[in-house]
């Protein structure tokens, strides 16, 4: 949504220039295969660019300093968009994106923080990535970092809906409001695809532990940016990204 200029511009440094959202589609295309999990990355995609173009202090420059926001990528096993954003965030150059899921690729199905730039976990495997987060937002608490502008760094984690069917999720969720972490941020894109489901929503999970809980439309950039930094002090943050139900 935003005017920037297209990857096919360079920067100084030579490296390709920032992207806009109009060229996501473009580059997604770039990957191909029969192990796509279109669905999964395209529910993803819209957050995924509030986030790393509005919301998180994270660039390429930024990217191994202490006091950087961190993101966590739970929902593992649909990364084209991942992929995608970070190539037109300035992490990633698109010239990986056509070696998506082959031999010798760092670009695999399921991200590895220790081959794509940019990227903090590694995920696929699901219900790991709020555990993990909630991990970092304490240790991130613990050393108390502030920036120049006195502010924290934050941990937001994207999940999906059907992946809050794992168990792991019920602790973090339990410690993390009782822990009042409220540097954690969690972002569900909800879909339709959990096999159980939660009695009385999604929502209401994360609220009876103390949680902070809003939900918007999975489609819309200003109500997700609204959403993703309405104020939450004490509490950890939960936003329910609502999109098109998945095809069964």
Not at 84 to 90: I, N, P, S, T, Y
Not at 139 to 163: I, K, M, Y
Not at 200 to 219: C, K, P
Not at 220 to 226: K, P, R, S, T, Y
């Amino acid at each position: 949504m935003n005017g920037m200029t297209s990857t096919a511009a360079r920067t100084a440094a030579g490296r390709p220039a920032p992207a806009s959202y109009a060229d996501l589609p473009r580059l997604m295309s770039l990957m191909t295969g029969d192990a796509k999990h279109d669905q999964a990355a395209t529910s993803t995609l819209d957050v995924l660019w509030v986030l790393y173009d509005r919301v998180l202090r994270v660039t390429p420059q930024t990217a191994a300093d202490d006091t950087r926001d961190r993101f966590l990528l739970s929902k593992g096993h649909g990364p084209m968009a991942y992929y995608a954003v970070l190539a037109a965030q300035g992490f990633l150059d698109p010239a990986e994106l056509p070696g998506f899921g082959s031999s010798g690729s760092v670009l695999g199905l399921h991200p590895d923080h220790l081959l794509v730039p940019g990227a903090e976990i590694s995920s696929g495997s699901l219900g790991h990535g709020l555990p993990l987060a909630v991990g970092l937002a304490l240790g991130l608490r613990a050393q108390q970092l502030t920036r120049p502008d006195g502010t924290s760094p934050r941990v937001f984690v994207l999940l999906g809906d059907g992946e809050l069917d794992e168990g792991s999720n019920y602790e973090a969720i339990a410690f993390a409001g009782r822990a009042g972490l409220d540097g954690l941020h969690a972002v569900v894109v909800d879909n339709a695809s959990a096999s159980h489901g939660w009695p009385g929503g999604i929502e209401a999970r994360f609220a009876v532990e103390g949680w902070s809980v809003l939900r918007t439309g999975g489609r819309d950039h200003a109500a997700l940016h609204a959403a993703l930094t309405a104020p939450h002090p004490g509490r950890p943050h939960l936003v329910v990204a609502a999109v098109e139900p998945r095809d069964r």
